[in-house]
């Protein structure tokens, strides 16, 4: 899912950075030592996607981490992407028509990235059905 949603917002991050990127995005300012024990996951496993977030410049802090003004667009831009994917599924529904549904998708889209899941996902691509 994160792989797709990436793709579609035009995102060049993995499954797993995707994901701690709405992770810390949902507990910032996070200190970096207790990310591990809060994630349910050792700091070891995070170090790959915590590197590709700092190098695209998407978080940012020493020994507390945050989202930063570049960021917080790339977390709205995978939001939108996952809202179109969604809108997609209802073919021949007219959002603008229908603002309340419309709505409805933007909160489930957020909902959906931003879920507590202690699963950090795969970094290797996932096979396409």
């Known amino acids: 899912m994160y792989e797709r949603i990436a793709a579609r917002a035009g995102i060049a991050l993995d499954p797993a950075s995707c994901w ?6 949902e ?3 996070v200190a ?9 996951i050792p700091l070891a496993g995070l170090r790959p996607a915590l590197a ?7 978080i940012a ?7 930063t003004d570049a960021g917080r667009p790339a977390r709205d831009r995978l939001i939108s992407a996952r809202q179109e994917g969604l809108t997609a599924l209802l073919v021949g529904w007219a959002p603008e028509q229908q603002r309340d549904l419309a709505d409805l998708l933007g909160r489930l889209a957020t909902s959906l990235l931003t879920d507590t899941s202690d699963k950090m996902p ?8």
Do not use: K, V
């Open 20 to 25: 701690l990127l709405f992770r810390i995005d």
């Open 27 to 29: 507990h910032a300012p």
């Open 32 to 40: 970096l030592e207790g990310l591990g024990d809060r994630l349910h």
């Open 52 to 58: 590709q977030l700092t190098q695209a410049g998407f």
């Open 61 to 67: 802090g020493d020994s507390t981490l945050a989202l």
């Open 122 to 129: 795969a970094t290797a691509p996932a096979s396409q059905s």
